[in-house]
């Protein structure tokens, strides 16, 4: 929970770093499309979050499967 509430801080922190005091004009778009790609970054994270777990996930799976029935081992699977 700590760490969660420091990610979050430190977020915010960078964001307010990065945002000039401005909402329209150049440096309005620059807040704007700086905002687009922050968001962008955040969805990829959370979509590699996601992949990484399933990939953490199958490979336990895959691992139990194997350990508990080592005989019904696809050959494919086994190194020479």
């Not at 309005?28 to 990829?44: A, D, F, P, T």
């Not at 799976?61 to 494919?76: E, F, M, N, Y």
Request: charged share 30%; hydrophobic share 40%; net charge negative.
């Amino acid at each position: 929970m700590a760490a969660d509430l420091q990610d979050r801080v430190a977020e915010l922190e960078e964001r307010a770093r990065r945002f000039i005091l401005a909402r329209e004009g150049e440096d309005g778009w620059v807040n704007y499309i700086q905002s687009c790609l922050l968001e962008e970054r955040k969805s990829i994270d959370n979509f590699l979050t996601e992949v990484v777990a399933l990939l953490q996930r199958e490979t336990l799976s895959q691992t139990k499967a194997l350990l508990d029935h080592p005989g019904d081992a696809d050959s494919r699977y086994l190194c020479a």
